[in-house]
Nanobody, 122 residues
Framework: QVQLKESGGGLVQAGGSLRLSCVVS??????MGWFRQAPGKEREFVAT????????EYADSVKDRFTISRYNNKNTVYLQMDSLKPEDTAVYYC?????????????????WGQGTQVTVSS
């Protein structure tokens, strides 16, 4: 069993930054991911990190602007979001995968947090 709790969302102006946190309890040595879902759109992959933190992968739309990291001694995964754009507005979800390596595939994730809203104003 895995429980995930996100925090750190909010309202920010375009060009600003936010850092999302995801506290993980239960089985923690698993690959983790961040996904997002905008109104009327499907949930989409944002970033993933391997269980060790040694490997990461990003969606093209956020590459060079977002950074995923994890501190296993704190059971926490972060998503640092810089140079935010209005199109980044969405509910952001933290997810845990049964795999140990990175994966952008939504179906590889079996535990999800409740989501945190990120709104970027123009």
């Amino acid at each position: 069993q895995v429980q995930l709790k996100e925090s750190g969302g909010g309202l920010v102006q375009a060009g600003g930054s936010l850092r999302l946190s995801c506290v993980v309890s239960g089985r923690t040595l698993r690959a983790m991911g961040w996904f997002r879902q905008a109104p009327g759109k499907e949930r989409e992959f944002v970033a993933t990190i391997s269980w060790s933190g040694g490997n990461t992968e990003y969606a093209d739309s956020v590459k060079d602007r977002f950074t995923i990291s994890r501190y296993n001694n704190k059971n926490t995964v972060y998503l640092q979001m810089d140079s935010l754009k209005p199109e980044d507005t969405a509910v952001y979800y933290c997810a845990s995968s049964a795999l140990v390596g990175t994966t952008p595939e939504l179906n590889d994730y079996d535990y999800w947090g409740q989501g945190t809203q990120v709104t970027v104003s123009s």
